[in-house]
């Protein structure tokens, strides 16, 4: 489910992963940085678009059978590309 997230986003795990104090060491856990809390919200947003709109029943990050993944919209990329030309 977090290799969706790097692959989808073209991100590392420091994107989201604040740095422990005094250390290079990631501190999972720890909820310092705000994109941890936009991807929650984003995973949220995902399995409630897959669920509601294409009847994906019980629908979890990593399954085979989502619709809609964060790379459907971000394309490999930390913000989608938003213009309405598209590429
Ligand atoms: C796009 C943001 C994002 C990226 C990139 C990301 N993560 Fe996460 N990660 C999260 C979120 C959000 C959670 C919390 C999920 C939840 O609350 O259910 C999490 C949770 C975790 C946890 C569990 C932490 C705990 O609370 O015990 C681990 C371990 C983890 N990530 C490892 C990684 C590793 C390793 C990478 C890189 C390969 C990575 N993450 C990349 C967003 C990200
Ligand atoms: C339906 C489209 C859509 C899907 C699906 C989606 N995102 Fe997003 N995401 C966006 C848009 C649009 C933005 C930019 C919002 C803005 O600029 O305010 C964004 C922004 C973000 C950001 C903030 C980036 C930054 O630089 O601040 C993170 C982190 C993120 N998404 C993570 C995820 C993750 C993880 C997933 C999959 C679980 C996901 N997104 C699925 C549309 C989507």
Same mark, same amino acid.
């Given at each position: #489910?977090?290799?969706? &997230? =790097?692959? /989808?986003? /073209?991100?590392?795990?420091? &994107?989201?992963?604040?740095?422990?104090?005094?250390?290079?060491?990631?501190? $999972?856990? +720890?909820?310092?940085?705000? =994109?941890? +809390?936009?991807?929650?919200?984003? #995973?949220? #947003?995902?399995?409630?678009?897959?669920?509601? $709109? &294409? %009847?994906?029943?019980? *629908?979890?990050? /990593?399954? *085979?059978?989502?619709?809609?993944?964060?790379?459907?919209?971000? %394309?490999?990329? *930390?913000? *989608?590309?938003? +213009?309405?030309? /598209?590429?």
């Amino acid at each position: #489910m977090i290799d969706d &997230f =790097e692959d /989808g986003l /073209g991100v590392a795990c420091s &994107f989201c992963h604040a740095e422990q104090k005094g250390s290079h060491k990631l501190d $999972y856990a +720890s909820d310092a940085k705000p =994109e941890k +809390s936009i991807a929650r919200n984003m #995973m949220r #947003m995902t399995l409630k678009l897959n669920a509601r $709109y &294409f %009847q994906v029943h019980r *629908p979890g990050l /990593g399954d *085979p059978g989502l619709v809609i993944t964060c790379a459907t919209c971000h %394309q490999g990329k *930390p913000r *989608p590309d938003l +213009s309405a030309e /598209g590429q």
